[in-house]
């Protein structure tokens, strides 16, 4: 008897960290892939490679071919290095589902629950929302989505931007770092 394994398709969300081709999402949703591609609003796929993660963070950050890069057009946000504030309202832009889907909450807490490096929001979080942007008012990204909370329904927890800020910085690759920097965030 023969065995056969099938592919396992997983789809989550990611975000551009600017317009040369590199792209944030969270670690899990592509830790282990033997392939990894980015898809645009017009259903066309890119080819990635995750060229850094940090598993404490859950965070990975993928790179398309240059040739392909140059269809982006420029990132309309930016990271924002303060903490939110208890009771914010935060959005969510997402693919848990085929088209892109919004939600909209506030933020719950100020830690996830031990872990400081979150935020417990009050949006629903389905699996396909992970790795995609938490946005404050002024449309600045304020985290990364991580994961639903098993423990109350309708809520889940987001990395927060200074975590995320202080781990592009810490990058020692020089390539990549200068890559990084190239949108004047």
């Known amino acids: 008897k023969k065995h056969v394994l099938e592919a396992a398709n997983v789809e989550g969300t990611g975000f551009a960290l600017n317009n ?6 969270s670690l899990h949703m592509v830790n ?3 392939s990894v591609f980015v898809m645009d609003e017009e259903k066309n796929s890119y080819h990635a490679t995750v ?4 598993s404490h963070l859950d965070m990975a950050i993928l790179k398309i071919e240059k040739d392909s ?3 982006f057009a420029n990132v309309p946000y930016t990271f924002k290095n303060t903490s939110a504030d208890l009771g914010e309202k935060v959005y969510t832009l997402g693919f848990p589902a085929e088209d892109i889907v919004y939600g909209e909450g506030t933020i ?3 830690k996830g629950s031990s ?3 979150m ?6 979080i389905n699996p396909g929302n992970s790795g995609g942007p938490l946005f404050d008012e002024q449309g600045n990204v304020i985290g990364l989505i991580k994961s639903k909370n098993s423990n109350a329904e309708g809520t889940g927890f987001a990395v927060k931007s200074n975590y995320i800020m202080q781990l592009l910085s810490s990058i020692e690759n020089d390539t990549l770092k200068i890559a990084l920097q190239s949108n004047n965030r």
């Open 51 to 54: 060229v850094f993660s940090d």
């Open 119 to 124: 935020y417990q929001i009050s949006i629903p």
């Open 32 to 34: 282990k892939a033997d």
């Open 115 to 117: 872990d400081t490096t």
């Open 20 to 25: 040369n081709g590199y792209f944030l999402t």
């Open 108 to 110: 719950a807490s100020l």
């Open 69 to 71: 890069a140059a269809k």
